[in-house]
């Protein structure tokens, strides 16, 4: 018995970190279409999208594996959470079919073309990310489950609450986006994503601090969570570390150290990410159904780990040699098309 | 717009329409990948140009058509949770590891290479470039046969079992993925892509030569593309007949829909050519028919016996008039393929390949084919498994997400406008590069940013490689 213990807990942790490689990549990916907009001008868009079009692809696989990696290792959990984030996830992935294609349509096209398949990479992005945002705030919320099935209704994701998550999601993405700017380009596109990048920060503080703030009321056992004896131990270390690399990220930021402020912005993420795990542990359906509940038989565990274990890491490596072969800054008059 | 539809009809009708749409994208990208490869070390072994020309142009398109496969492929893997949540929780056990490995092995493999593949020819020299490009390739066929044996379970279940939740369990994975139907549907599906991207790219060729044939890429491509009809589609053909026979044995219904056998024949059942299946009636209006050739096709003997669905319970009956007419589109798509070989097969033996308009009219006419031909036979073999989700298990009705038709209208009525705007505009400018014969000096997707772009330090360079890792 703990031997199947462990392996559900093992699968808890692929899952969650192919979700959180899925939301920091594509994180800045969608980001940085909810900025398009701030850029009007053709050559800065086509540096944008330049610096992110051998890899959009590569980032968005790591939401199938989430996808179906839940399917594969949580069938119950996966079974429960589409149907009752039914409109989120269609929005979501309407959202994705219009930026994706934009890559490729927009240098196939004439100008004004081009204008409507950049309408639809900003619209799309921002579109996907309020999408995933609301989702994380209705799972966070408590769903409906009756027997095998969800057993909600079909509005039941909209709350003041999954609303808020969702609009902190887009501050989250665009900053991500701002500094990845920072990062890969230079001259003017570089010193707008640092002002944009400031204020991100700050309007990124009040996120996580709004939903900090209301994620304890939704249930007591979050408040218990996090605020009872011995639990905090665990758990104050995390708004502390949250509060070290604010400073670190300002700081970078005003020294103009272009690479750092993407990989602290990251870092932020992780924490939050950190917090949401605490709260949520051992539930994957919250207040409905544990890790335990949702596991698959152990066959499936054991037979999938093989492959994880190998080809995880090899996706590592190879996934940083593409990103290595495009490294450095993106350049307008290097030709893309 | 749908009102009094069912939600599993809705349910169903989303499935197809976003089901079809996507096949298209992988049927084409697994051959023009595995073209690519062999474009690109044609290239790098005869060291001619006009192999280079033709990569680049078919690089832009594949670049096209494979952000729409990608596109509407994720809708796919979240359609199992939102549309078929009762399905996802049965045999997630068993169909989701099976996916889960084609994410881990060809996903990945496909996106990590595609950058490199489309934009870094000078970035990262010739033979680094070609790796990517086999990657890519490889890619597109190790997802096919993770997702064909998905499939193939699902139409002949094995190697499971059922447990106390009432899901599906594995007993055995070799069981479960070598499954009887898969060697058959692998080789079946693959060819079918092989061949789809020969007739679109011989069409492409041949409509160029027709205009003028004296130029060198479009003879090049019509000239591989014929070779590959000629050769390929009698393999194909025996292929299928195959794979029919590996049906008869495990899916019967499925077959006799095929045939439009509602009745049984005890001394010979003939091959009814066409007709107007009648579900209600339980009979094949209007047959023209040939006696005793379907025992002989499927039985090998002009009077063995076939059994029809009179002997099948009628709620198991699949929808004959869908299954019956979409196989006789796919067969004659086939043989019309095979007749293109063999046409372009005597004018190359007449040393008249390149100035046939005949011949050229006839490859430009059949480059859609390939793709019709696909999604009639998926069709075939989907509508043909009915009333089942999993054959003789899991019924379709069983399947479904507790869903109301409102729910699953409006995001069918959604995904149609979505697709239609978007993947009509994807389909128009991969229309546009083709009308273009390709040029010698063909401008490609790899861009021309200098490897060491100034100001880089290691330093720098190294962390934005972490940056991959996340």
């Not at chain 2, 499935?15 to 790098?44: D, R």
Request: proline share 6%.
């Amino acid at each position: 018995m703990s031997v199947a213990i462990d392996l559900t807990m093992i699968w808890a942790f692929i899952i969650a970190f192919a979700v959180f490689v899925y939301v920091v990549m594509d994180g800045f990916d969608l980001g940085l279409g909810i900025l398009f907009p701030l850029f009007a001008n053709k050559s800065d868009r086509d540096v944008i999208m330049n610096s992110v079009a051998p890899v959009w692809d590569g980032n968005e696989t790591w939401l199938v594996l989430g996808g179906g990696g839940l399917m594969a290792a949580f069938p119950l959990a996966y079974a429960v959470l589409m149907p009752a984030l039914y409109t989120p996830i269609i929005a979501m992935l309407v959202g994705l079919i219009f930026r994706g294609v934009a890559f490729e349509f927009r240098w196939r096209t004439t100008q004004s073309g081009r204008n409507r398949w950049d309408l639809a990479f900003a619209g799309g992005s921002l579109l996907a990310t309020l999408a995933q945002g609301i989702a994380l705030g209705a799972i966070l919320q408590g769903i409906h489950v009756e027997g095998r099935q969800y057993g909600g209704g079909w509005w039941d994701w909209l709350t003041p609450f999954s609303t808020l998550t969702g609009l902190c999601l887009l501050v989250g993405y665009a900053l991500l986006g701002a500094t990845w700017l920072v990062m890969k380009t230079e001259g003017e596109v570089r010193d707008r994503a640092y002002r944009l990048s400031w204020a991100l920060v700050f309007a990124m503080l009040g996120a996580i601090g709004a939903v900090s703030i209301a994620t304890p009321f939704l249930s007591v056992q979050y408040a218990q969570r996090w605020f009872t004896w011995p639990n905090v131990i665990l758990t104050a270390p995390v708004p502390i570390a949250v509060a070290v690399v604010t400073a670190m990220l300002l700081r970078s930021l005003a020294n103009r150290q272009d690479y750092r402020p993407f990989f602290l912005s990251l870092a932020l993420f992780a924490l939050s990410y950190a917090g949401l795990g605490i709260s949520m542990y051992p539930y994957i359906v919250p207040q409905s159904i544990t890790i335990w509940q949702a596991a698959s038989p152990r066959t499936s565990q054991i037979f999938m780990l093989f492959g994880v274990s190998v080809l995880i890491p090899l996706i590592l490596a190879y996934t940083a040699w593409a990103y290595w072969v495009f490294r450095g800054k993106v350049r307008p008059e290097s030709g893309y098309h | 717009m749908f009102e009094g539809w069912d939600a599993v009809v809705l349910a169903r009708a989303q499935f197809a329409f976003t089901m079809s749409f996507h096949i298209v994208f992988p049927a084409f990208s697994i051959g023009l990948a595995s073209y690519l490869a062999v474009l690109e070390a044609l290239w790098l072994w005869t060291g001619r140009d006009v192999f280079l020309n033709l990569f680049q142009y078919w690089l832009k398109i594949f670049a096209v058509a494979f952000g729409m496969g990608v596109v509407s492929g994720i809708v796919m893997s979240y359609q199992f949770g939102t549309n078929w949540s009762a399905f996802s929780d049965k045999t997630g056990p068993v169909v989701g590891p099976l996916m889960a490995y084609e994410v881990l092995t060809a996903f990945f493999l496909e996106a990590g290479f595609l950058g490199v593949m489309l934009f870094g020819l000078k970035r990262v020299g010739h033979r680094l470039h070609f790796f990517a490009t086999v990657m890519v390739a490889i890619g597109t066929l190790i997802s096919a046969f993770w997702i064909l044996s998905a499939n193939s379970w699902m139409q002949t279940p094995s190697g499971y079992a059922v447990n106390a939740q009432g899901q599906f369990v594995a007993a055995n994975w070799l069981n479960v993925i070598f499954n009887p139907s898969f060697p058959y549907r692998l080789v079946h599906m693959v060819l079918a892509a092989y061949l789809t991207t020969a007739l679109v790219v011989g069409a492409v060729g041949a409509f160029h030569l027709w205009r003028d044939s004296h130029l060198g890429g479009p003879r090049v491509m019509f000239s591989m593309a014929m070779w590959m009809a000629t050769l390929v589609a009698p393999i194909q053909i025996l292929a299928g007949d195959q794979h029919g026979l590996n049906t008869l044995e495990h899916q019967p219904a499925k077959v006799m829909a095929m045939e439009g056998h509602y009745q049984s024949h005890k001394d010979g059942a003939p091959l009814i050519l066409f007709g107007l299946p009648d579900q209600t009636a339980g009979k094949v209006k209007f047959p023209i028919e040939i006696p005793k050739l379907s025992s002989l096709i499927l039985k090998h003997s002009l009077d063995a016996p076939l059994a029809g669905l009179d002997t099948v319970p009628r709620e198991n009956w699949p929808p004959v008039p869908i299954t019956f007419w979409s196989f006789r589109i796919m067969v004659g798509i086939g043989f019309l393929i095979m007749g293109l070989g063999l046409f372009s097969l005597f004018e190359r033996w007449r040393g008249k390949l390149y100035q046939s308009p005949l011949l050229h009219a006839y490859a430009t006419a059949m480059g859609p084919a390939g793709f019709v031909a696909v999604l009639a036979g998926w069709i075939t073999t989907e509508t043909g498994r009915q009333p089942f989700t999993v054959y003789g298990l899991l019924r379709t009705a069983d399947s479904a997400s507790p869903l109301a038709s409102p729910a699953v209208s409006s995001s069918l009525i959604a995904f149609v406008i979505v697709y239609f705007a978007v993947f009509s505009a994807g389909v128009i400018y991969i229309l546009r590069l083709m009308a273009q014969p390709p040029h010698p000096g063909e401008p490609g997707l790899p861009s021309d940013i200098p490897a060491r772009a100034a100001g880089i330090t290691p330093a720098a360079a190294a962390a934005s490689a972490e940056g991959a890792v996340g």
